[in-house]
């Protein structure tokens, strides 16, 4: 399969499954309200964070060994070795704080009988299991079953959250259903891994060490970028304003799906062709992943920032304060994509020590603007923090990996993009400002529907016009020949 497809196939997987959790969480939004929202998104974050510890960038660390095609098994083998005894002495330690971590979900018990310890060691098993999957289907270049399972997960644990919502677990139901969905899909996994398990040595370990110890960095940045500010609010503020920004992060994370897409799936061809050839001739594919990351991020950050308060209002009136977190969330979200590609160059290069150094600066200076920023501004504070932590890594990763490899930096395809949905801005916001003015049409989901819609209909018109490089793309990854309408 073709790079091109290959990240189309995860994208539009992405994109399934992104519906299919948008879908529930309007549903729990609506039906449960923000406080347990923010209890759920607190639990979630807590796995997380023990989700890192566990790993310590074994899982990075296992798709790199494994796609550069050598002694594959045995490279799986200590991954799995290593992230089940950490499990161990986690679950343990979990356990043994049972106090402290019920004091800081201090609101679990008015919904749950059974104390959060046990349900985050569940979780905490179920997640590093499916995770593994996928990791190794990554490292054997099969990111797009990865991707397609993708759906299947979140779509299953929503089917399983949602039926036992129904029936009247409320908090309960959700964090069952989620660890119901994560078996199934990692079981699912499972028939497509065709590595098989190998006696290993202690150079395997020790391999998987040397990369690693740079690697977990890189998975503590993403932690760090994704959840240190939820973990941080909930020392800081309610339940229910953690629930107000978990909802207008998950809509500003749906607009990182392409570019997430394109990373997965230029690691292991980075990788492999780094190995394999040589650092140089990695180039092209950064350039390319650098050329399209902003495809859908950067026309999602104009109509985002547009229609934030009507995106929040769909979840419900509580939600709409947080139209203004939901516009910097974005826009840190469209930043983070283009550094991500970036790392992605210097970890496929197999030059994690270089990342590591970077994701340092960005994960101290997050944290640190987290808590000075979270007690004055509040949920305002913790989006600004983004932004800024973001944007300093951002330009250390460019200048960092311009003096490894000469690659050209495709201002000019990124310009189209942002031309492109800036005339796109401005029809939907003329769109808007008739249907408000004329009060027309009353709904807001199909007000936000219809200017989604159209919105990226014009966009998408508008970048095939102007941009001889997309509509290339295009032909080169269609299933068919149409020369009619591409020349």
């Given amino acids: 399969m073709k790079i091109g497809q290959a990240s189309l196939v995860v994208f539009l997987s992405k994109l399934l499954a992104s519906a299919l959790g948008f879908i529930g969480t309007l549903y729990f939004a609506r039906e449960l309200g923000a406080e347990v929202l923010g209890l759920y998104a607190l639990v979630?974050?807590?796995?997380g964070w023990l989700i890192l510890a566990g790993e310590l960038g074994v899982g990075q660390a296992t798709t790199k060994r494994i796609s550069e095609g050598d002694?594959?098994?045995?490279y799986l083998s200590a991954a799995l070795v290593w992230v089940a005894g950490f499990a161990i002495v986690l679950s343990s330690a979990v356990?043994?704080?049972?106090p402290l971590l019920e004091s800081y979900i201090t609101e679990f018990d008015q919904y749950v009988a059974l104390s959060v310890v046990w349900f985050v060691v569940v979780i905490l098993f179920v997640k590093l299991f499916y995770k593994m999957v996928f990791r190794t289907l990554k490292g054997e270049r099969k990111v797009h079953i990865a991707g397609l399972l993708d759906p299947v997960k979140i779509g299953g644990q929503s089917l399983?959250?949602?039926?036992?919502?129904?029936?009247?677990?409320?908090?309960l139901g959700m964090l069952v259903g989620y660890a119901i969905g994560g078996i199934l899909v990692g079981l699912v996994g499972l028939y497509w891994v065709t590595v098989r398990p190998a006696l290993p040595s202690k150079r395997h370990f020790r391999s998987l060490f040397d990369y690693a110890k740079f690697s977990w960095l890189g998975s503590l940045k993403s932690r760090t970028f994704n959840e240190v500010d939820i973990l941080l609010l909930g020392v800081f503020v309610q339940s229910a304003l953690v629930g107000v920004y978990a909802i207008a992060w998950s809509l500003a994370k749906f607009l990182e799906l392409f570019g997430g897409a394109i990373s997965s799936t230029m690691f292991p061809e980075i990788s492999h062709t780094s190995s394999q050839e040589s650092k140089q001739a990695t180039a092209g594919l950064i350039e390319d992943s650098l050329a399209f990351t902003g495809l859908i991020a950067i026309p999602g950050f104009v109509g985002g920032t547009i229609l934030a308060e009507r995106l929040l209002r769909i979840y419900g009136p509580e939600f709409v304060q947080g139209a203004a977190v939901l516009a910097l969330l974005i826009f840190a979200t469209l930043l983070y994509s283009y550094q991500k590609q970036l790392m992605n160059g210097l970890n496929g290069i197999d030059r994690p020590d270089l990342a590591f150094r970077i994701n340092a600066v960005f994960i101290v200076?997050?944290?640190g603007l987290n808590v000075v920023l979270i007690p004055q501004f509040g949920i305002?504070?913790?989006?600004?923090?983004s932004v800024v932590s973001v944007t300093v890594a951002l330009a250390f990763a460019y200048v960092t990996l311009r003096q490894l490899i000469e690659f050209h930096t495709p201002l000019g395809e990124i310009g189209r993009q942002v031309a492109a949905a800036l005339v796109m801005g401005a029809v939907v916001f003329g769109l808007l400002e008739t249907i408000e003015t004329t009060a027309v049409v009353q709904h807001n989901v199909a007000i936000v529907l219809f200017l989604a819609g159209a919105g990226a209909g014009l966009y998408f018109l508008a970048l095939f016009a102007i941009s001889s490089q997309f509509r290339t793309t295009v032909e080169r990854n269609l299933p068919v020949d149409i020369p009619f309408v591409l020349r």
């Fill in 44 to 47: 979630m974050t807590v796995v």
């Fill in 380 to 385: 305002e504070g913790a989006a600004f923090a």
């Fill in 71 to 74: 002694e594959q098994g045995a």
């Fill in 160 to 171: 399983f959250q949602i039926g036992l919502v129904v029936a009247g677990y409320g908090l």
């Fill in 95 to 98: 356990i043994v704080g049972q």
């Fill in 365 to 367: 200076l997050n944290a």
